[in-house]
Structures are given as C-alpha cells and as structure tokens.
C-alpha cells in the first residue's frame, strides 16, 4: 500500500524557518517525482515544488521561489521541505503527494499524504 | 502562468442527479489536464487524468471530457460519496495550477 507521512509542522514565527518531510513506503521511492501543494484555511488548493524522480529537477511557484528549497532522499525514502523567510500567507496545510507516472513524470498527482499544517502567526 | 477557472464554485444537486462542472483555461493546454475530488479534512484524490482517462478504482459514473481551453466533469447519478469539492488542475506546464474548486452540496 502506497503511503505517504507529512511531518514537521507547527507554529513559527514571520521570518522564521522550518523544515518539513514526508516519508513514503510501499513503492520504489527513487521511480516516482513528489510534489509538495499546500492549502490554506478554507481555500483552494496551490501547486508549491516540484522534485524529479532523481532529484535533478527542481520546479518551484513564484510565490515561494527563493525561501522554500525541495529535496529527497532516495536511500531514506524521504522528502524535504525547506522553508525561511516564512510569512503570514505560508500559513497552510502542506501535502506531498507522489506523481501517477513512474521514471518519467506525467505530473498529475495520484497519492496524497495527510497534510501538515503550517501555522506563521506571531 | 496558466490560469484555471471553474464554474459554477457551488452547485447544489439532488442524489440521482447528473452534474457538470466546467473548468476552462486561459490557453491551450491539449489534454493535459485532471481531476480531483477533496472530502472536508481529507487529502484530494485523483479522479481523472490527460482530460478523460479515469483513474484505477475510480467509479464509471465519474467522466471527463474536452481539450484545449474547456474542459467538464460529470458526474452520473450522483451519490451520496460524492458530495465534496473538486478541482480541475493543468500540467500543460509550471507552475502546475489548479482551478479554484467546485463545491457539490446536497440540495
């Protein structure tokens, strides 16, 4: 069974740092992009970064680009959130979520973890 | 960046009905588009992918269709599972995008 656990949330202060992960079982981690989207309260839900199965690409939204760094670790099956400079707006829950498509991406998102939520607030 | 627009954002149906959403992008993205259906408290799951090919496990009431710039998901006989939010999302290119949710009410 394909899982996937989000971990590492919490309040943080503005301007603060904090580093999520997702630990994923039941399939072969290192075949398979994971994507991070995040939802804030009662809203939609927005597209955060992307990683390559092999961690060479790197694709991020505008609104986090240069604060929040992507990466995995395909020995550990894990993947990395890195997020600073956080603001009031990052307040959201964060989900990683695992594409459909193995080796090469097809960049729609088949499995979800449960989410963590990421509260900035002071 | 491509944007997604859904309509109606809250569509209030009877179970039985059939129901359709619209989602429409601001350019041509083929057929690169999917589906996803979000449960209050619960992660979305995906319903239909490249416009029209439906998900392993994913019952056949649900169907997508369209390319390009507009796109619709119906839902046939609509149950009482299905009452939830949901999402259309592009991968034509990055930044992936999602539209901005329909939510489907008991009426």
């Known amino acids: 069974e394909v899982q996937l656990v989000e971990s590492g949330g919490g309040l943080v202060l503005p301007g603060g740092s904090l580093r999520l992960s997702c630990a994923a079982s039941g399939f072969t981690f290192s075949d398979y992009a994971i994507n991070w989207v995040r939802q804030a309260p009662g809203k939609g839900l927005e597209w955060v970064a992307y990683?390559?199965?092999?961690?060479?690409?790197?694709y991020y939204a505008d609104s986090v680009k240069g604060r929040f760094t992507i990466s995995r670790d395909n020995a550990k099956n894990s993947l990395f959130l890195e997020m600073n400079s956080l603001r009031v707006e990052d307040t959201a829950v964060y989900y990683c979520a695992r594409d459909r498509c193995s080796r090469a991406a097809c960049y729609n998102l088949a499995y979800w973890g449960q989410g963590t939520l990421i509260t900035v607030s002071s | 960046d491509i944007q997604m627009t859904q309509s109606p954002s809250t569509l209030s149906a009877f179970v039985g009905d059939r129901v359709t959403i619209t989602c429409r992008a601001s350019?041509?993205?083929?057929?690169?588009l999917a589906w996803y259906q979000q449960k209050p408290g619960k992660a979305p799951k995906l319903l239909i992918y490249k416009a029209s090919s439906l998900q392993s496990g994913v019952p056949s009431r649900f169907s997508g269709s369209g390319s390009g710039t507009e796109f619709t998901l119906t839902i046939n006989s609509l149950q009482p599972d299905d009452f939830a939010t949901f999402y259309c999302?592009?991968?034509?290119?990055?930044?992936?995008?999602f539209g901005g949710g329909t939510k489907v009410e008991i009426k």
């Open positions: 990683i390559s199965s092999d961690g060479y690409r790197k």
């Open positions: 999302q592009q991968y034509q290119s990055f930044p992936l995008t």
């Open positions: 350019e041509s993205i083929d057929t690169w």
